[in-house]
C-alpha cells in the first residue's frame, strides 16, 4: 500500500498523478473523518461550549510544543535557504500570531495556571506529541515535510469547509481564521509541493517510511480529534 511501486501503479492509470493526492487518498477513511470532523461543525457554528473550546485548544498546546519543535528540525535538515525562509515565516506566525491565540483562550475562559503548567493530557494526545518527536529527531527531510503536509493540510480543508454562526466567539473565530487565510493556504501548497518534489529522490526504503508517517499522523489526527470531542 505504501511502496514505491504503489504510488508508481497509481499514477499510471492518472493524467496528472501527484504524490499528496495519493497520500490523501491511501490515508483514508481517517482522512475524510478528520476534515469533516464534527468537533469542527460544533465549534464553527457556535455549539462548543467555552470550557470545551478551552479544553481542546489546551490539548492542542500538546501538540503545538513539540510541533514547534519539529519545524526547528525541518528548518536545520533542509536542504536549501529558500526551504528555510518558509518555513522559518511559518515558525515566526506560530510563534506569536497564533501563541497569542492560545494564551488569550487560556485566559479569557479562565483555565487555571495550575492546568496550563501541567496539562492533563490525554492518551491520544500523548501519543501524537510522541510521534511529533519521534519524527523530529529520527526522520529525514521528506519525512518532516509529510507530517507539516497532513497536520497543515486537515487544518485547512477543515477551515475552508465550515460554516461560521453569526456571533460566533471572536477566539473561535480566530482560530478558523489562522487556519482559512490565503498566507496560510500558499503554505500548504508550497508544503505539497516540495514533497511531490523530495520523494522523487528517495531510494524505495525512505520512501515507504514518508508513506507510513503520513498515514501514521493522519490516524493520529483523527484520534485525537475524537478524544477531544465532549460527549
Ligand atoms: C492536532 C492538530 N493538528 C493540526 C494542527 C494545525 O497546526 C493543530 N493545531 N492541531
Known amino acids: 500500500m505504501t511502496t514505491r511501486a504503489d504510488w508508481n501503479a497509481w499514477a499510471a492509470g492518472r493524467e496528472t498523478p501527484r504524490l499528496t493526492d495519493w497520500l490523501r487518498e491511501i490515508s483514508e477513511p481517517d482522512w475524510s473523518a478528520t476534515v469533516t470532523h464534527p468537533l469542527f461543525d460544533a465549534l464553527a457554528e457556535g455549539r462548543l461550549p467555552g ?20 519545524i526547528g528540525h525541518a528548518i536545520g535538515r533542509a536542504p536549501s535557504m ?26 479569557a475562559f479562565e483555565v487555571p495556571a495550575a492546568r496550563r503548567e501541567a496539562p492533563d493530557y490525554l492518551p491520544e494526545t500523548l501519543a501524537f506529541r510522541a510521534l511529533l518527536r519521534d519524527t523530529g529527531d529520527r526522520g529525514d527531510y521528506a519525512e518532516l515535510l509529510a507530517v507539516l503536509v497532513v497536520t497543515e493540510w486537515v487544518y485547512l480543508e477543515w477551515a475552508l469547509r465550515v460554516t461560521r454562526a453569526e456571533g460566533l466567539h471572536p477566539l473561535m473565530g480566530e482560530w478558523i481564521d489562522l487556519h482559512d487565510n490565503p498566507a496560510f493556504q500558499d503554505f500548504v501548497a508550497w508544503l505539497r509541493r516540495r514533497l511531490d518534489e523530495e520523494a522523487e529522490g528517495l531510494d524505495d526504503v525512505a520512501f515507504t517510511r514518508m508513506a507510513e508517517r503520513f498515514r501514521d499522523t493522519v490516524a493520529k489526527e483523527r484520534a485525537f480529534h475524537d478524544a477531544v470531542m465532549p460527549r
Open 51 to 70: 470550557a470545551d473550546f478551552a479544553a481542546y485548544m489546551l490539548q492542542d498546546y500538546g501538540f503545538v510544543d513539540p510541533f514547534t519543535a519539529l
Open 82 to 107: 529558500d526551504d528555510r525562509v518558509v518555513l522559518g515565516q511559518f515558525m515566526g506566525m506560530l510563534t506569536s500570531d497564533e501563541n497569542r491565540t492560545f494564551q488569550r483562550t487560556f485566559e
